[in-house]
């Protein structure tokens, strides 16, 4: 009896996937497997390409996935979720960019070399310390940095005047306007600034 009814079930069983309805829901899940496990590898090569500039690592992970093959397939990708890099590539860069834009503004904030405190500027001393902070030119009367050797707005050197001091100096003494060794010239008059002798 026994016999007889495992008998009728394995019958019942090779008649149900015997059908030709069965076999095309069967044949029909195997290519559904095998076309998300493609994808899935493609999913995995494109997401690697995404978040690293190594060409190599994006082949690697797609292969990750295919070596499970098209039933295990999903350990893969919850291999490949685990150990993938946190970031984008354009996560990173927007990061980056971020950074260097709260990094310009902190550096945009002016303070004092002296005392620390923010200054404006436009300020030519600082009202606590008393530290200089800008100076004027004398062409075009803009504020300019104390570091500079020329004036951005006008073009003035301030280099060349220092220079030019000494040089004017020396012309003037050669005209005869300097230091005379027996007087000194005032007025058009030569005053005598030696001692009289005797006396």
């Known amino acids: 009896m026994p016999t007889d009814l495992s008998g009728q079930v394995g019958n019942a ?20 497997l095998f076309i998300v496990w493609l994808a899935a590898a493609y999913w995995a090569f494109r997401d690697m390409h995404d978040r690293t500039e190594n060409p190599v690592l994006p082949y690697v992970a797609s292969s990750l996935i295919i070596l499970f093959t098209p039933f295990l397939f999903i350990f893969g990708v919850l291999v490949y979720k685990v150990i993938r890099p946190a970031e984008r590539l354009g996560e990173v860069y927007e990061r980056n960019l971020a950074e260097e834009a709260l990094l310009a503004e902190v550096e945009a904030i002016k303070t004092c070399r002296g005392c620390d405190r923010r200054v404006e500027g436009e300020w030519i001393i600082c009202p606590w310390c008393r530290t200089r902070l800008n100076r004027v030119c004398p062409n075009c009367e803009r504020l300019v940095g104390l570091d ?46 030696k001692p009289a002798a005797g006396g």
Do not use: M
Request: aromatic share 12%.
């Open 148 to 193: 500079w050797t020329i004036c951005a707005w006008c073009g003035k050197d301030f280099e060349r005047v220092a220079a030019a001091v000494p040089d004017a100096a020396g012309a003037a003494a050669h005209a005869g306007l300097g230091p005379v060794s027996s007087g000194q010239r005032t007025g058009g008059r030569i005053i005598n600034t």
């Open 13 to 32: 069983f090779s008649a149900f996937f015997s059908s030709a309805l069965v076999q095309l829901v069967l044949y029909s899940i195997v290519l559904y």
